[in-house]
């Protein structure tokens, strides 16, 4: 078996989170170094992962010989230039999603990746959601007969601003479009392809001075298809995180996937029931049924975040076709441009590539 030497640029919330534990736990990879100058950081990274060496900056990764992958991590407004790098330095990349803040970038990006003949992904976990997985063994059922509305929300809590965050500084990428609505329409590309027209509405409504909006409400317009994404930060009890409805019925789900929350409490991906969401959140569909309308629990099917990079080890080291292609990552972005003009000119615009 081909292990990958893989170096971890960041060691914020995405690396901690998201990145080390899945690479670490995967024999295909050996986590050889992690970037950060935070010295808290840094001992985190020698009391967690000892094996890797604590390195000050991302070109100690990108210019090792022996590294084979690299992980960007970083916050959105250096996913083009350290991806850039790193397939110039003939390396294999997977980035935090945003991919980049431009489709232009982006363009750029997998026109060199292709030079290279390397692998690039994009780290769009929540395709691996439980809730995405249940959503697309729904549709796939077809007990909902022909669907012609869908509402995904995602959403959080925090009154308070955090200053130091540079998600809620006005730089480019930033915000909760870039941030949440990125996985959104990432999800809804999967389940449903290009749109044919979007429209988006963005606002500000914590106090505090915030330069960035933190509520967003993009609808993707389908033939006979609506599909209305959501995200804000005032949401103190949420509301169903998914709804579909179709001819013959209604699909109703609440409660985020478990994941994130059992990574960020020191779980490991090698437990067993991994992923598996607890009864009280299943979905459920109501739908007519010889007759009589019934209603049935749909068991939620695992959450599987580790399945990402499985894929990508695969495709790098057997030639496996990637999951989450640069292609895709590149028309959610464009999406997120068309938002933003939507929200500008107050108006429902055409999708254009």
Not at 11 to 33: C, D, E, R, Y
Not at 190 to 204: A, R, S, V
Not at 307 to 315: G, H, I, K, T, W
Request: net charge negative.
């Amino acid at each position: 078996m081909k292990t990958l030497n893989t170096g971890l640029i960041g060691f914020g919330n995405s690396g901690q989170t998201f990145f080390a534990p899945f690479i670490a736990a995967n024999p295909g990879f050996n986590l050889v170094k992690i970037s950060t100058s935070d010295p808290a950081k840094a001992a985190k990274v020698n009391q967690i992962y000892p094996g890797a060496k604590v390195v000050q900056t991302a070109d100690d990764i990108i210019n090792d010989p022996d590294i084979d992958l690299v992980l960007v991590g970083t916050p959105n407004t250096s996913h083009f230039e350290l991806t850039q790098k790193a397939l110039l330095a003939n390396k294999h990349v997977l980035v935090e999603k945003p991919f980049t803040v431009s489709s232009a970038e982006a363009d750029e990006l997998i026109a060199l990746a292709q030079k290279q003949n390397r692998v690039l992904s994009v780290h769009h976990n929540r395709r691996f959601d439980s809730g995405h997985n249940t959503v697309k063994k729904v549709l796939a059922s077809g007990l909902l007969g022909k669907v012609v509305e869908m509402e995904i929300h995602y959403d959080r809590y925090r009154l308070q601003l955090r200053p130091a965050a540079w998600r809620e500084k006005p730089l480019p990428g930033s915000g909760i479009f870039y941030d949440l609505g990125a996985h959104l329409i990432d999800a809804s590309l999967e389940l449903f392809g290009k749109p044919t027209e979007l429209t988006c509405m963005m606002t500000t409504q914590r106090p505090g001075g915030l330069q960035v909006e933190d509520n967003f409400e993009l609808i993707l317009w389908y033939p006979g298809l609506k599909v209305t994404l959501k995200g804000g930060m005032l949401v103190k009890e949420p509301g169903p995180v998914y709804t579909i409805y179709g001819y013959n019925g209604t699909f109703i789900k609440y409660g985020m996937d478990v994941q994130e929350e059992a990574l960020k409490a020191g779980h490991k991906t090698t437990e067993p029931d991994w992923g598996v969401e607890p009864e009280s959140i299943w979905g459920h569909v109501t739908y007519d049924k010889d007759g009589k309308t019934v209603t049935e629990t749909i068991p939620s099917e695992p959450g599987r975040y580790q399945d990402l990079f499985q894929n990508v080890y695969e495709a790098i080291t057997e030639g496996k076709e990637l999951i989450v292609k640069p292609e895709q990552a590149r028309t959610t972005i464009r999406i997120i441009e068309l938002a933003f003009q939507s929200n500008k000119e107050k108006r429902t615009v055409e999708f254009s590539d």
